[in-house]
């Protein structure tokens, strides 16, 4: 079967930097997404990786390994307002996307 | 009114009721989609609609039914609905579907209680 996993849930201090880390399987690989989603809100996208490397978006970074199954999402400079659930997508051979079930990041003061 | 919207937000029906969620998006894409989202559970996708054909439907109970009119709206109809039906819907659209690259935006969702 298809599986994608990250942790459930992860804690930072502000001003520091996490890296939340997601593993796939999955039949076929078109693509792996980061989504941010605020509570009560819809996911907003944040990164897209279909090539080995890492791809930087100011203080968001995005690292995949497809030989791995293995990507990683890395936040600097934390601040309260990153507070949210990070989702997972990894795109499959019949381009749909297969998602995890999100991690929650909680930055402390 | 921008991006991607949904009606009624919140949403509280008994199981024998039929009620309509709606979605519009405005940004002039191709394809659409239906999610639910379950605490603690990955999205599942239930429907996706590429030019308003219905290309994928993932295993859905019948007691959902889609309606995509055109390109911009996108419509599920509810009826006889269970408590584990209680989760967040979520609508969601992209530039086109069946191929990679292209993001999807999202819903705000809306909050519905089987009660």
């Known amino acids: 079967g298809q599986n994608i996993d990250q942790p459930t849930e992860m804690t930072a201090t502000e001003g520091a930097i996490v890296q939340i880390n997601c593993t796939y399987q999955t039949s076929g690989f078109n693509g792996l997404f980061w989504y941010q989603q605020h509570a009560g809100e819809a996911p907003t996208f944040l990164s897209y990786n279909v090539l080995d490397g890492l791809e930087e978006k100011g203080r968001f970074s995005s690292f995949l390994s497809r030989s791995k199954g293995y990507s990683y999402l890395l936040l600097k400079e934390l601040q309260m307002k990153d507070s949210a659930s990070y989702l997972c997508?990894?795109?499959?051979?019949?381009?749909?996307?297969?998602w995890g079930a999100g991690t929650k990041l909680i930055i402390k003061p | 009114e921008t991006g991607v919207t949904q009606t009624p937000r919140h949403l509280v029906m008994g199981m024998t009721n039929k009620k309509s969620l709606k979605c519009e998006q405005h940004?002039?894409?191709?394809?659409m989609y239906w999610y639910k989202q379950s605490a603690k559970k990955p999205l599942e996708l239930m429907f996706v609609?590429?030019?308003?054909?219905?290309?994928e439907n993932n295993s859905v109970p019948s007691r959902f039914s889609p309606e995509c009119p055109n390109s911009s709206h996108l419509f599920l109809h509810l009826h006889t609905l269970q408590p584990e039906d209680s989760a967040l819907y979520l609508c969601a659209s992209s530039q086109e579907a069946g191929t990679g690259g292209y993001e999807q935006y999202f819903g705000p969702g809306t909050r519905l209680t089987v009660t």
């Open positions: 609609y590429s030019l308003e054909e219905r290309v």
């Open positions: 940004l002039g894409h191709n394809a």
């Open positions: 997508a990894v795109m499959d051979s019949n381009y749909q996307l297969i």
